[in-house]
């Protein structure tokens, strides 16, 4: 199936399900969805980092420090962040990520609900072809200075993930505040269930 044929849920500014549509549509008409972020750590502590392919609908050959992507149609976060995770890992066997955080994402790209997850990937990775054009693990302390650098070309999601993630690492305001300062954010953000 052509990905711009993958059927999503529209969500409002609150997250609740409004109707169904085409993700090309989704994008073309900038209908609010929902998507998850994965960061993937090895054995190590170190961070997956990879190249999304030329081919990709949005941020097409911009580097990513999450694995994820979009909701399907009735797909609870959870089963998206395990199976975006294990997809574009190029693994089976992946311990359930754990839920962090959700936030409005509202920029570069359009508008999409976004939850944060966390795994540990001990598993050697193949990551799938049509997703990842390159993919290296990453120390930490490397990944910040990469994104502080400018660089890499940042997929604009990831990038504000990243930032929230950091706060939330520092114990920041983030969880139930509204956007970090500096940050150009507009939408908000809410912790996890138990987090």
């Known amino acids: 199936m052509d990905p711009a044929d993958e059927v999503l849920d529209v969500?409002?500014?609150?997250?609740?399900?409004?109707?169904?549509?085409p993700r090309g549509e989704v994008y073309r008409r900038g209908l609010l969805h929902r998507c998850v972020f994965v960061l993937a750590r090895d054995a190590e502590g170190r961070v997956?980092?990879?190249?999304?392919?030329?081919?990709?609908?949005?941020?097409?050959?911009?580097?990513?420090m999450f694995?994820?992507?979009v909701l399907g149609a009735g797909e609870e976060y959870a089963d998206a962040a395990l199976r975006e995770a294990?997809?574009?890992?190029?693994?089976s066997g992946l311990?359930?990520?754990?839920?962090l955080f959700k936030f409005l994402y509202e920029g570069p790209g359009g508008g999409w609900w976004s939850y944060v997850h966390e795994v540990r990937c001990t598993l050697p990775v193949a990551p799938q072809?049509?997703?990842?054009?390159?993919?290296?693990?990453?120390?930490?302390?490397?990944l910040d200075r990469r994104v502080a650098g400018g660089d890499w070309a940042w997929v604009p999601d990831g990038l504000e993930a990243y930032r929230r993630l950091r706060a939330f690492r520092e114990g920041g305001a983030l969880p139930g505040?509204?956007?970090l300062p500096g940050d150009g954010a507009r939408g908000g953000t809410q912790p996890a269930p138990g987090s």
């Open 86 to 91: 294990g997809e574009e890992l190029g693994v």
């Open 48 to 64: 997956f980092v990879h190249r999304r392919t030329a081919s990709k609908l949005v941020f097409p050959s911009h580097y990513d």
């Open 95 to 99: 311990p359930a990520p754990r839920p």
């Open 129 to 142: 072809a049509s997703e990842v054009d390159w993919h290296t693990w990453l120390p930490q302390e490397e």
């Open 11 to 21: 969500v409002d500014r609150d997250d609740r399900v409004v109707g169904r549509a």
């Open 177 to 179: 505040g509204g956007p």
């Open 67 to 69: 694995v994820g992507g």
